[in-house]
């Protein structure tokens, strides 16, 4: 029989779970839109124009393969991009959106393995930490908090660093570590734009621990 803090952090664990059903997609899609622009941009500057067709030929048969859902064709694409011109920003986003598919797909570990690609194959820190955002997610599912605790706490840029700290947060009550809770969930609120919807969501965690968003040395609620 399960005990009662079993249940409770798997009552925590289905919150952060439905949390990220209703908001990771659009966290997610908006990282990959505004990277994949640059990544446009870049590549053409980067690579031959042969090459950059080439890669982005194949891209738009990953995200065919994506919207119509055939995942026969989306392995093949995948492999294939990553096989041949594995150091593009085309194919680190197609390993990233590969790594969608197969989440909601229910297959988690390649999920897992597609990003782990990205983190080891990119030398783009924002692929990187969308990659480590992504795989921690997949981690905490797995209740594998260190490892999640560890791809959260790696160097990343400043504009993932209050989604970094946030999901740290999350480990942090999984873990019945409360006091560090809130100096992420405080972290992270100071970090997000004054206006952003998230932080709002921040702000609604850090309440349930009797914290106060602004005050950094308060303590929480016993």
């Known amino acids: 029989m399960a005990s009662p803090l079993d249940l409770e952090e798997q009552e925590q664990l289905d919150e952060l779970k439905h949390f990220w059903k209703r908001w990771g997609d659009l966290i997610t899609w908006?990282?990959?839109?505004?990277?994949?622009?640059?990544?446009?941009?870049?590549?053409?500057q980067s690579y031959s124009a042969k090459q950059a067709t080439q890669?982005?030929?194949?891209?738009?048969?990953?995200?065919?393969?994506?919207?119509?859902?055939?995942?026969?064709?989306l392995d093949r694409s995948v492999a294939d991009i990553k096989d041949k011109f594995a150091s593009t920003s085309y194919a680190q986003q197609a390993a990233l959106l590969?790594?969608?598919?197969?989440?909601?797909?229910?297959?988690?570990?390649?999920?897992?393995?597609?990003?782990?690609?990205?983190?080891?194959?990119?030398?783009?820190?924002g692929y990187?930490?969308?990659?480590?955002?992504?795989?921690?997610a997949l981690l905490i599912e797995d209740k594998a908090f260190d490892e999640a605790r560890k791809q959260l706490s790696a160097k990343s840029p400043a504009a993932f660093a209050p989604l970094m700290a946030d999901r740290l947060g999350d480990v942090d009550m999984l873990q019945n570590q409360t006091a560090e809770a809130v100096k992420h969930y405080q972290q992270a609120w100071k970090g997000f734009e004054p206006n952003a919807e998230y932080r709002r969501l921040v702000a609604v965690k850090l309440a349930a621990l009797g914290a106060d968003p602004e005050d950094a040395a308060q303590e929480p609620k016993k």
């Open 98 to 125: 590969a790594a969608r598919l197969y989440q909601i797909k229910s297959r988690p570990n390649d999920a897992k393995a597609q990003l782990t690609w990205v983190i080891d194959q990119s030398s783009d820190e």
């Open 55 to 73: 890669s982005a030929a194949l891209y738009d048969t990953v995200e065919r393969a994506a919207v119509t859902g055939d995942m026969a064709l």
């Open 30 to 44: 908006v990282l990959i839109v505004v990277l994949g622009s640059y990544a446009a941009w870049m590549g053409w």
């Open 128 to 136: 990187q930490s969308l990659a480590r955002l992504r795989l921690a």
